[in-house]
């Protein structure tokens, strides 16, 4: 049977290993395996060459995944850096928003107030007038000896400016008297002078006559006293 082998037979036998089949299975395997497998092969060296280590895949795997990890690391750092640029300066637009709405919600009262008390100031003068005018119809009828009519009306008198100076509190207008004994001019206004030789007691209050009313820190009324003047 071997006699009647072709030559590349020959060949293909030569170029298997002795260890993996005898020689009786190689020349049934010659028949089996076309020639043309074998051309491609040009040397023994070839079919020996052993495969690429598993070690050897890893380091090759390794050289190219490590680097695209650091990439996507890179990126992600760039991404979250420009998120919290972003998130800082809606934090800043947002403080800014709220002093503005702030500021116009208490230019907006005061805008407010304001107008209610130019509404209603002539209101409040008149009631001021009534009351300063109950103080001098009591202060006329004197204090009264506590027992007969007279101290009876007076308490009465007293009882309508106290209602006045209530009306106005509900209003937001109170009745004040100026700290200090210096004369404040926009805070009080001078109806007569008491001429004095002491020059300490230049320009100091001699008698206080009516209470000053304010809304707020705006005078509706001015307190109305008596100033020492130097005599020339």
Aim: aromatic fraction near 6%; hydrophobic fraction near 40%; proline fraction near 4%.
């Amino acid at each position: 049977m071997a006699d009647e082998l072709e030559p590349e037979n020959d060949l293909i036998l030569a170029a298997l290993p002795e260890p993996l089949v005898s020689e009786e299975i190689a020349q049934e395997i010659a028949f089996v395996i076309p020639a043309a497998v074998y051309e491609s092969i040009d040397t023994e060296d070839e079919l020996a060459q052993p495969a690429e280590p598993i070690a050897d895949q890893k380091e090759s795997s390794d050289s190219l995944t490590l680097p695209a990890i650091a990439a996507l690391g890179e990126t992600l750092h760039r991404k979250l850096d420009t998120l919290q640029t972003l998130f800082e300066r809606e934090i800043r637009a947002e403080a800014t928003r709220e002093k503005v709405v702030d500021r116009l919600h208490a230019e907006l009262q005061e805008y407010k107030q304001g107008l209610l008390l130019n509404v209603l100031r002539p209101i409040f003068v008149d009631l001021i007038q009534l009351h300063d005018d109950i103080g001098k119809i009591a202060e006329a009828q004197g204090e009264g000896d506590g027992n007969g009519e007279a101290s009876r009306y007076l308490g009465l008198m007293r009882g309508f400016q106290q209602g006045i100076e209530d009306i106005l509190y509900r209003q937001g207008v109170e009745p004040y008297l100026q700290e200090g004994e210096s004369f404040d001019p926009r805070r009080q206004r001078a109806v007569a002078t008491v001429v004095t030789e002491d020059a300490a007691l230049n320009k100091q209050i001699a008698a206080r006559h009516r209470k000053g009313f304010q809304a707020g820190d705006r005078v509706i009324r001015a307190e109305i006293v008596s100033v020492y003047a130097l005599k020339k």
